[in-house]
């Protein structure tokens, strides 16, 4: 079972980049698709990126796209989420999510796919 330590949130001006870390143990990290999730005051879950096992496919929400970047180290056991042109509107705790698939290539989009969350960093983005 692996565990997930988010790290690297803080408070930023509009404009500003940011990155944020996810660190797993516990398991095999390179067995994990990864995703990440972000939560803002009053308002649901909402699905950023994912990232197959490999790193090799990803999936943007629109509201990211081109302005935020996923990547992994398979042998740091890290997923890294660079945020680039950050608007207030991004505002959330950011929460990095793991599943066990038995494909590359394959991604997850919806939090109830994950079966593995961490606790969350906070990104605050001030205008």
């Known amino acids: 079972q692996v565990q997930l330590v988010e790290s690297g949130g803080g408070l930023v001006q509009a404009g500003d980049s940011l990155g944020v870390s996810c660190a797993a143990s516990?398991?095999?990290?390179?067995?994990?698709?990864m995703g990440w999730f972000r939560q803002a005051p009053g308002k649901e879950r909402e699905f950023v990126v994912a990232?197959?096992?490999?790193?090799?496919?990803?999936y943007y929400a629109d509201s990211v796209k081109g302005r935020f970047t996923v990547s992994r180290d398979n042998a740091k056991n890290t997923v890294y989420l660079q945020m680039n042109s950050l608007k207030p509107e991004d505002t959330a705790v950011y929460y990095c999510a793991a599943d066990y698939t038995p494909t590359l290539a394959a991604v997850r989009l919806s939090p109830e796919e994950y079966n593995y969350w961490g606790q969350g960093t906070q990104v605050t983005v001030s205008s």
């Open positions: 516990g398991g095999t990290f390179s067995i994990y698709a």
């Open positions: 990232l197959s096992r490999s790193g090799s496919s990803t």
